[in-house]
Structure formats: structure tokens, C-alpha cells
Nanobody
Framework: QVQLVESGGGLVQAGDSLRLSCLAS????????MAWFRQAPGKEREFVAA????????LYADSVKGRFIISRENAKATVYLQMNKLKPDDTGVYYC?????????????????WGQGTQVTASA
């Protein structure tokens, strides 16, 4: 069983930056493809970014390309999401997800393990 714990969320102003972290345990980290999803109030969960097992391949939603960067430190069993130039539309609960996929995918149902989420609020 894989456990995921997110941290780093908070309340910021539009244009500011935040870095989210997700610490994994329960399985060798470099066997897991990692991803970030988010859910705004009243909306469905949506894909944000994903990274392959050793970080050679990344995938981003169009809405965050050029602003967000996903990375990982396998020695620390941690995946990060650096969020720059935050907009009010980026507000929501951000979830870390993991699965032993061969490649990063945008489909949430393909990820078996999920964290509890961390709130990000970007005020106008």
C-alpha cells in the first residue's frame, strides 16, 4: 500500500508562487509514475501535471504549461509542483497521485493511490 502526504498549500495573491510537495511511502519510489490533480469548488477533478518514474518524461495540462513545473527527488521519495504566476482559476484542492504506470497519463482513474489533498487559494 502506498501512502501519499501533500504539503505546501496556502493562501497567496494572484501572481505569486507556491511549491507543493508530496511524500510517498510504502513502495520503492522510482517504480511509481507521479501526478498532480486539482479540484475547484463545484467542479470536477482535473489533471495538472505528471512525471515518469525517473523523471525523463513530463506531461502538463494546457492551462498550466509555462507556469507550473513538476519534478521529483527519488532519493527523498518526493514529488514537487512549482506553481508560478498563480491565477484565481488555479484555486482548488491539489491532490498527489501515484501508480506504477509505464508513462505519465492525464486520466485520473488510471492512478491507484491518492493523497488527502492540500488547499491552494490564489486571490485576485
Amino acid at each position: 500500500q502506498v501512502q501519499l502526504v501533500e504539503s505546501g498549500g496556502g493562501l497567496v495573491q494572484a501572481g505569486d508562487s507556491l511549491r507543493l510537495s508530496c511524500l510517498a511511502s510504502g513502495r520503492t519510489f522510482n517504480t511509481l509514475t507521479m501526478a498532480w490533480f486539482r479540484q475547484a469548488p463545484g467542479k470536477e477533478r482535473e489533471f495538472v501535471a505528471a512525471i515518469s518514474r525517473i523523471g525523463l518524461s513530463t506531461l502538463y495540462a494546457d492551462s498550466v504549461k509555462g507556469r507550473f513545473i513538476i519534478s521529483r527527488e527519488n532519493a527523498k521519495a518526493t514529488v514537487y509542483l512549482q506553481m508560478n504566476k498563480l491565477k484565481p482559476d488555479d484555486t482548488g484542492v491539489y491532490y498527489c497521485a501515484a501508480d506504477p504506470l509505464a508513462l505519465p497519463l492525464q486520466i485520473g482513474t488510471r492512478y491507484e493511490y491518492w493523497g488527502q489533498g492540500t488547499q491552494v487559494t490564489a486571490s485576485a
